[in-house]
């Protein structure tokens, strides 16, 4: 005769309030060998943030205290040396170049460095800035529109400059000649909109724009809004051209039988 089966007994999990969901009830039913093991990299952030969606939060609140602090205002440059040395230090700082008039242009070396001689040119205006590929937003354009006198700015491959950007460039329009916004990804035909204030502008860039849907038909505009200005968008125009010659040669050509 067989001996009798033990009683199976179940017993229903306990939640421990001092863990976490799923998390906390693995590790109470791990092994008491691995518990007492130090914990690697991935552990460490598993405490530390409850899911993937904290991390990211924390990851993008990160990034934008970063980008606020590189576009925060020199206020005590600007009130000891004045707003062309604020302005002109600003971009140094991001990695641009900076020319004031009847100077030489002045770039930071490799490793972001610059000379702090500019500072004594406090009297003598910025004509010129080259802000290409600098993590500028809408907040560092207050350094920016304090250079009454700029008449060249430079902001192509800029990825913070948006179409809000250029609707604050119209201080600027008494003094500025040229702008390039080339390969700027967040700006459209709504910010090329706004720039009908700018009516002194001799040269303006808006190639390679990849919000702006239709490239052809915006320049053309751009060129009615500014008509002393000359848009650089050739490719643009020769694809808008190219377009416009396919469709009249599938118009006229003939149906096949």
């Known amino acids: 005769m067989a001996a009798p089966r033990a009683p199976l007994h179940l017993v229903a999990p306990r939640w421990n309030a001092g863990t976490r969901g799923i998390r906390g009830l693995s590790r109470a039913a791990a092994p008491e060998g691995n518990q007492k093991k130090g914990r690697s990299l991935l552990q460490f952030l598993a405490d530390r943030f409850y ?3 904290a991390l990211r939060e924390y990851l993008l609140r990160k990034q934008a205290w970063k980008m606020h602090q590189k576009n925060r205002p020199f206020t005590y440059i600007r009130e000891r040396y004045g707003p062309y040395a604020a302005g002109a230090y600003f971009i140094l700082k991001l990695g641009g170049a900076v020319k004031f008039q009847g100077k030489e242009w002045i770039r930071s070396n490799a490793r ?67 702008l390039s916004l080339a390969g700027c990804p967040k700006i459209s035909e709504r910010g090329l909109a706004c720039l009908h204030h700018l009516q002194n502008l001799r040269k303006l860039d808006i190639s390679d724009l990849p919000a702006v849907s239709n490239p052809g038909l915006t320049q053309i505009l751009v060129e009615e809004m500014l008509p002393d200005c000359k848009v650089v968008g050739a490719d643009w125009a020769r694809g808008l051209k190219v377009g416009q010659e396919e469709q009249y040669q599938d118009i006229t050509s003939p149906i096949p039988a």
Request: hydrophobic share 45%; net charge negative; glycine share 4%.
């Open 51 to 53: 899911d993937v969606q």
């Open 112 to 178: 972001g460095h610059f000379s702090l001689d500019f500072l004594k040119l406090q009297t003598v205006p910025v004509e010129a800035v080259d802000a290409s590929g600098c993590a500028v937003n809408y907040q560092g354009l207050d350094s920016l529109l304090a250079l009454k006198e700029l008449q060249v700015l430079w902001l192509q491959r800029c990825p913070h400059v948006d179409d809000w950007c250029l609707s604050r460039l119209h201080p600027l329009a008494s003094s500025l000649q040229e």
